[in-house]
């Protein structure tokens, strides 16, 4: 008899960690990733940190053959009202019989604890199937299944601004300075996935004009006009 897997949701930011958050959880064989959720800012309509476009992130979304809500937030709110919102869309998904969502979050035990503080006030769970995982050895593997991602944005205080914009590969890693997390887990830079083994298609991609806030340098990664109208499908 074939066992039924446990519906979960994956809180997404297109980035390489929530990557291989669905990679690992597809691995374990315990859970049916059946969507993902996406927090995107009210007045830019933008992945909220990383800066990715409503649009491209949409589209990412196609390219791995999951349905994604888009949760709306204020620009620049607080972590609780983050949640907050988090929290009201995740609701009608538990009304449904999903009790889970599970995060990319590698150590930082401050973040988990709000995370999970938040989701068991209205009866759901939080999930990290990465949690601990060596980031070094994360950010290889990534690499060595060559999966292909572009870096968003940087925050000046952990890198120069020349990082931004570049391919998350073996060059990006060794050229990291000495004291920046490989994966960024410290807000250092964050990612942008358009291609790798679980993706149908690549996402067509390009690099806007670049803008900084604060002290976060973005590229402004914007969707292909010319995205083929038939994809080839890779077999999974």
């Known amino acids: 008899m074939v066992r039924s897997l446990e519906p979960i949701l994956l809180a997404w930011s297109g980035g390489k960690e929530s990557l291989m958050a669905l990679r690992e959880l597809r691995r374990q064989k315990e859970f049916d990733v059946c969507g993902l959720v996406t927090a995107v800012s009210d007045s830019d309509q933008r992945v909220t940190t990383h800066g990715v476009s409503r649009e491209v992130v949409e589209e990412q979304a196609r390219a791995l053959g999951l349905p994604i809500d888009i949760v709306i937030v204020p620009k620049g709110c607080c972590p609780h009202t983050y949640n907050d919102c988090l929290a009201a869309a995740a609701a009608a998904k538990r009304d449904r019989g999903v009790s889970k969502i599970a995060f990319g979050d590698l150590y930082l035990d401050d973040v988990r604890d709000f995370r999970e503080e938040c989701l068991e006030m209205i009866g759901m769970e939080a999930i990290f199937p990465l949690w601990q995982m060596d980031t070094q050895e994360l950010a290889w593997a990534y690499v060595h299944a060559k999966y292909k991602a572009v870096v968003t944005c940087?925050?000046?205080?952990?890198?120069?601004?020349?990082?931004?914009?570049?391919?998350y590969d073996r060059a990006f890693l060794s050229d990291l300075p000495?004291?920046?997390?490989?994966?960024?887990?410290?807000?250092?830079?964050?990612?942008?996935?358009?291609?790798?083994?679980?993706?149908?298609?690549?996402?067509?991609?390009?690099?806007?004009t670049p803008y900084s806030e604060a002290s976060m340098h973005y590229c402004d990664v914007l969707g292909q006009s010319n995205r083929p109208k038939q994809a080839m499908r890779r077999a999974r």
Not at 154 to 167: A, C, K, M, N, Y
Not at 186 to 204: A, C, K, Q, R, S
């Open 178 to 208: 000495l004291g920046v997390d490989p994966c960024g887990e410290n807000g250092e830079f964050h990612t942008f996935v358009f291609d790798g083994p679980v993706f149908d298609h690549p996402v067509l991609i390009k690099q806007g």
């Open 154 to 167: 940087v925050d000046e205080q952990s890198l120069p601004r020349s990082f931004v914009g570049r391919l």
